[in-house]
């Protein structure tokens, strides 16, 4: 029996606004005609006043409606044309510029490929609120080009509960994980470099490598951490001395790093002078006390990477490095060179979510989110008869196997025809495909009774 999924809730505004849309574009209201007053649309959709004056005002921008001071609003003679409705979407459906480009543009229903959680799950911190206290700051000059301090701070005292000892000078402020990677690529990575990846891994920082024409070297992934064996192979075969990783909640596995893993990796870097870079985008809904390589290294070699994109907002750009002071200050140059700062406007406000202590109650109830749709989607995917790789916990992503005859892509370009997204397996793979097809599926999507039914049909040959 399929699940039905919860479709993401609309606030009252947008409710009221889309209803009078409807009427407009289906000629129920025609041009020039006057709309109810605010009172009597408040009484009519039972919300209060500013509720329905807020929903006039989305119909204003839209160019539905126009207001008429002193008089009121009525229906625009210059409305938009109706939007014709969408059709399959003209991609490869298998490439990773395009999952990537996907996760802007959004032109698919069933999102079970995305890499970030439904905009519902992020609601309830009311960031719109969280904006006016710092409206002021958008005003100000650039500011230090560490970023906001009273922010730092409270990294360093978050980094401290995950056992990392870092003070404010050892943490740079950057616009999201992304552009952190971007300053380490640019610090550490000359053209035709030897570089390892986790394989299978994350794949923006594939297109990031080769943009800088590094030379990409796998490190096979296993359920518990990298392949340290196959790490000391690579590493001595290739003489590469940097080595990206993410330990906890992996994308795409969804597995973590075991202890006794990370004792042997670091031991292994030690010997081989091998940098670490470790990504943790996933460490505010994580228990503090897992294994994580800065830890244990204690920021020595290990350079790690922060963000709030998969905990708060993707939208507010917010992400950070902790290092060694000396590595900190380099990434900083690069950053004035670059990008001058980030934004200190964005990062008030997520010291002042942090400060209030609204971020970690919506951490408490986001993290229950991820466990209920985790247990759900597994239980999706176990009437489908597909394997889940290891044991992953605590964040989006479940690594899915598929039969050994799946052509995968194919199957993802007829599931892009249904308005389906699907992450295949081999973009995960600086070498490419290879081995047993795999895909990343989301959790929080997995409940949709559309996918479900789609690998059904396509079981049972369409």
């Known amino acids: 029996m399929d699940t039905v999924a919860n479709p993401e809730p609309r606030t009252r505004v947008e409710q009221v606004a889309a209803s009078l849309a409807e009427g407009i574009d289906r000629g129920l209201l025609r041009a020039g005609e ?7 649309a408040a009484a009519r959709f039972a919300v209060s006043k500013n509720t329905a004056v807020n929903a006039y005002e989305r119909l204003v921008a839209s160019g539905r409606v126009e207001s008429r001071p002193g008089s009121g609003f009525y229906v625009s003679g210059r409305r938009p044309a109706p939007a014709a409705p969408p059709g399959p979407v003209p991609v490869a459906a298998v490439d990773s510029v395009w999952l990537l480009r996907e996760q802007l543009d959004r032109h698919y229903d069933v999102r079970v490929g995305d890499g970030r959680p439904p905009p ?16 002021a700051a958008a005003h100000e000059s650039y500011g ?51 570089v390892l990846v986790d394989s299978p891994g994350y794949y923006p920082l594939f297109g990031k490598l080769r943009l800088a024409k590094a030379r990409i070297v796998g490190v096979r992934r296993g359920p518990t951490g990298p392949d340290v064996a196959h790490l000391d192979e690579v590493a001595r075969g290739s003489g590469a001395r940097l080595f990206f990783t993410h330990s906890l909640a992996h994308n795409p596995t969804g597995c973590s790093l075991t202890l006794p893993v990370a004792h042997r990796l670091l031991q292994r870097a030690a010997a081989l002078d ?30 790690y990477v922060g963000t709030f994109a998969k905990t708060l907002s993707a939208s507010l750009r917010c992400g950070y ?33 942090i400060e209030s ?10 993290a229950s989110r991820i466990e209920a749709a985790a247990l759900q989607g597994r239980t999706v995917l176990q009437e489908l008869g597909l394997p889940v790789f290891g044991e992953p916990r605590g964040g989006y992503y479940l690594w899915c196997g598929l039969p050994l005859a799946c052509d995968l892509d194919a199957l993802s370009r007829r599931a892009a025809a249904r308005g389906i997204l699907i992450a295949p397996g081999g973009l995960f793979l600086p070498e490419g495909p290879s081995g047993p097809p795999m895909m990343r599926v989301n959790v929080a999507y997995l409940g949709d009774p ?8 396509e079981a049972a040959g369409g």
């Open 120 to 135: 519902s799950w992020m609601e309830s911190l009311e960031l719109g609120r969280r904006l006016r206290p710092s409206a």
């Open 144 to 194: 230090s080009p560490d970023g906001d301090p009273p922010l730092r701070r409270s990294l360093a005292l978050m980094l401290a509960e995950r056992s990392i000892q870092a003070g404010p000078e050892a943490v740079l402020l950057t616009s999201g994980a992304n552009h952190a990677l971007d300053l380490i690529i640019r610090q550490f990575v000359a053209p035709g470099e030897p």
């Open 357 to 366: 202590g609204r971020y970690r109650r919506h951490l408490r109830r986001l």
């Open 34 to 40: 006057r709309l109810p007053s605010i009172r009597a």
């Open 274 to 303: 091998l940098r670490i870079v470790e990504s943790d985008p996933f460490a505010d809904v994580l228990p503090p006390g897992q294994p994580r390589l800065a830890a244990l290294d204690q920021l020595e070699r290990v350079i």
């Open 450 to 457: 559309r996918f479900a039914r789609f690998l059904r049909e």
């Open 321 to 353: 490095v902790a290092a060694r002071p000396d590595i900190v200050a380099a990434l900083r140059d690069l950053k004035m060179v670059t990008s001058v700062n980030s934004s200190g406007f964005v990062e008030r406000i997520v010291h002042d979510l």
